[in-house]
């Protein structure tokens, strides 16, 4: 029999380590940039490595959207070789080589942009520090470099951005991370109790604690062989609709900001204090820390939440439309917004970006409908798509999105099930297995990984959050634009500092 | 111009009028009330994720709390969280709630700098750093100041520059990565100027505590003006607890009624 090229699995499916085939390197860079190779509905959810008896061994999951499967192949290298890139042929697997650099020092020969990722306390190369890194710099009398950051104006994440002008239209950026750096993935490893871990999923990025945590409890059920109860995918359902209404319209709210339309500013940002407070109705926190939980949920879901959630929905629509016809009509606004900080369709797939930063350009990729998960399975989701891929494209897509999400809710709210009484149930990793789980988040795809060894402890625990893709967008997106129409695309895209420094 | 005036009168009166005694909706969970029910105090112990849980007798720190409610959920006899939103003082161990403790968390007026109460009392311009911060506080810090709770109408504002500021607001666990940048914006900031730690990862790491990838050293060089408690600090924590810091005859007259 010959070995397969890949092994086939669903999300969420766990997998003993070994029925993953592998390979030489360069039979493994084969197959993986061949499956990509003129098929834009695969993408690279995950390429990471780690160190196993001395070698580093590299896997690699390439997601299929319109065969609902995801691709997963190995390959063992050595410290010393030097290796020709994945990245040379095909730009989706820049950051995860970067990643890969970083962290053990692999050389490649061909890696066009092989800088410093995120300056992890674990990196190979210690004497790389985190204020000397190397911004690419053009020599010339005309062109203007401004650096911002790490602290920002806002009341936000720090990151750096350093801007190479002519005059004021924006040539280039380059968007250096890393200083939320807190060494979560070691800490999932390290740390053994389950509560712990759940608490440091809860902490990945703070505005995407149910799309984080969900993948988790998701992928730790799967783990641990755990059948996951019909009303925790309902609970876990309806929690990640209303994280992505709260968070898009605080968004709207912000971009109006960006915009100068106070008006628009307000409301939408009065707007999200009811949603958040239903999680705290529900939960007893805003931000839905607490929630969600693996084999079980501390808060069940009662029709009393359900009837005090169409309350709040039918006071929300009225206020939502009547500011978003006034937003979408107004033609100061329009004008801040189209043709603005403009992402080409080929630009998206040639970066590899996922959720709303892919759906703007008119590339579909939406894991609700492409890998369904919990109460997902059942519910027929059509992703909302734009082609612009501009400011308006992101702004246009949340106003829908916060509509379907409504309707979903609505009828979720008609079949509230039974909930069991909160009860800890022994919850076992099982030895030498692989899962990968995916959860679509406001954001886009997060996708976590992880294996354990012979004892069913966690040998590696990998988290990508979909900002790791879509920073890349964001410095396409500028270029050619004012600098002054910075703050608003970068609004637009709202990436995580936090969720890609880990 | 005429539709603008409509939405604006379909908003209606939003602000909270009286941000000292609001009541929050549903079940927030604010300070803890340690009842003296007899439980197993190691397995209470032991369930924390963050050690925040001492024994003999038992006890809760706020500043390590992440307020994820396990305790309670698994001795609802022995741990009942109020929804009491008032977690901010300038003691550290005022944060340490003991068994049959039913008192406020409050600012202590007789350990507050004096310059604080002269300078600031009216008007307090504040930086924020977020230094590892996951943005649950961070978004929470900028919804203080969302049309509801409206933390400018008591002359609190969050400025863009150092320069301009009174004082910093660290949120995060403080990151090696950003040591530096939290110390050199620090600096930046003209004397007499206040440190206020919002949430539990920058009080105490958190969950955080022990990564190798934080500095925290920043926070032993300095006089802390402010401990805000919170996963994430709810945005009338934060507003209570700083005017609690720089108004001299506390919240009393903080009331504005239109």
């Keep these: 029999m010959t070995n397969p090229e890949y092994i086939s699995i669903f999300n969420n499916q766990s997998i003993l380590v070994k029925e993953i085939p592998e390979h030489n390197y360069t039979a493994f860079k084969d197959i993986n940039i061949n499956l990509l190779k003129g098929n834009t509905a695969r993408h690279c959810i995950n390429y990471f490595g780690y160190i196993l008896a001395d070698k580093i061994k590299l896997i690699c999951c390439i997601a299929d959207d319109e065969a609902h499967k995801i691709y997963v192949s190995s390959c063992f290298v050595n410290d010393n070789e030097e290796l020709s890139s994945f990245t040379a042929q095909n730009h989706n697997f820049e950051k995860f080589e970067r990643e890969i650099h970083e962290n053990f020092g692999l050389k490649y020969s061909n890696h066009p942009w092989l800088k410093p990722m995120r300056f992890a306390y674990n990196r190979d190369n210690k004497n790389k520090k985190i204020e000397n890194y190397p911004f690419y710099s053009v020599k010339s009398e005309e062109l203007h470099e401004v650096g911002v950051g790490p602290i920002h104006a806002g009341v936000i994440e720090p990151g750096h951005f350093r801007f190479i002008c002519n005059g004021e239209q924006i040539m280039h950026l380059e968007i250096q991370l890393g200083y939320q750096h807190r060494g979560i993935e070691q800490l999932f ?101 607490g929630l969600i939980r693996a084999g079980k949920i501390n808060f069940p879901f009662t029709n009393e939440l359900a009837k005090r959630l169409i309350e709040i929905f039918d006071a929300y629509e009225p206020d939502f439309d009547e500011i978003t016809e006034k937003l979408f009509m107004l033609p100061s606004a329009l004008s801040r917004m189209e043709k603005t900080g403009v992402v080409t369709y080929n630009e998206v797939l040639e970066i590899g970006t996922v959720g709303m930063s892919a759906r703007m350009s008119g590339l579909n990729r939406d ?85 354990t060894n012979e004892n069913g402890d966690l040998l590696i625990y990998k988290i990508k959050d979909p900002s790791h893709h879509n920073w890349m967008a964001l410095a396409q997106a500028v270029r050619n634009n004012d600098i002054s129409d910075f703050p608003i695309c970068n609004k637009s895209f709202n990436l995580s500092y936090c969720g890609h420094d880990l | 111009m005429f539709d603008n005036l409509k939405i604006m009168w379909h908003q209606g009166k939003q602000f909270i009028p009286d941000v000292t005694n609001a009541k929050v909706p549903g079940i927030f969970r604010g300070r803890p009330i340690i009842t003296i029910a007899d439980v197993d105090e190691a397995t209470l112990a032991d369930l ?64 507050v700098r004096k310059e604080i109460h002269r300078l600031f009392g009216s008007s307090l311009k504040l930086r924020q750093v977020s230094a590892g911060g996951d943005n649950s506080c961070e978004w929470e810090l900028n919804a203080s100041n969302n049309v509801q709770f409206d933390l400018s109408r008591f002359g609190v504002d969050f400025v863009a520059s150092p320069r301009h500021a009174d004082g910093i607001v660290i949120t995060g666990p403080i990151s090696e990565n950003m040591a530096e940048p939290l110390e050199r914006c620090y600096h930046a900031v003209p004397n007499p100027k206040v440190i206020i730690l919002a949430g539990t990862d920058a009080i105490s790491g958190g969950i955080f505590a022990d990564s190798p990838a ?45």
């Design chain 2, 214 to 258: 934080l500095n925290r050293d920043f926070l032993s060089k300095y006089h802390i003006d402010l401990y805000i408690a919170g996963n994430p600090v709810h945005p009338l924590t934060f507003i209570n607890g700083v005017l609690g810091l720089v108004r001299k005859k506390g919240l009393r007259r903080l009331r504005t009624d239109f």
């Design chain 2, 48 to 111: 924390c994720p963050t050690h925040a849980i001492s024994t003999q007798p038992v006890s809760i720190d706020l500043g390590k709390c992440t307020f994820c409610g396990e305790c309670s959920v698994q001795f609802p006899d022995k741990i009942i969280f109020t929804t009491d939103y008032h977690l901010s003082t300038n003691v550290r161990e005022k944060l340490i709630i003991h068994e049959g403790d039913e008192n406020p968390i409050t600012v202590d007026p007789k350990v």
């Design chain 1, 189 to 289: 490893v390290r740390k053994k109790k389950l509560l712990e871990r759940t608490t440091l999923a809860e902490n990945i990025a703070g505005d995407t604690v149910v799309g984080h945590t969900t993948t988790f409890v998701n992928l730790w059920e799967s783990l641990c062989g755990h059948t996951t109860d019909s009303s925790l995918n309902f609970a876990r359902t309806v929690a990640l609709e209303l994280e992505r209404i709260a968070i898009h319209t605080g968004d709207l709210a912000a971009i109006c900001a960006d915009m100068a339309y106070q008006l628009g500013n307000s409301v939408y940002g009065r707007l999200r204090t009811p949603i958040v407070n239903f999680l705290q109705e529900w939960g007893g926190n805003r931000l839905a820390k």
């Design chain 1, 367 to 451: 894991i609700r409908y492409s890998h369904p998960y919990n109460h997902y399975t059942s519910i027929k989701h059509t992703p909302i798509i734009k082609n612009n891929g501009d400011v308006y494209a992101r702004a246009q897509i949340r106003k829908e999105e916060i509509k379907q999400s409504i309707i979903y809710l609505r009828e979720l709210m008609t079949k509230v099930p039974e909930f069991k009484k909160p009860e800890n149930i022994s919850l076992n990793p099982m030895p030498d297995t692989f899962v990968i789980s995916m959860v679509e988040a406001w954001r886009g795809e997060i996708c976590h990984c992880a294996i």
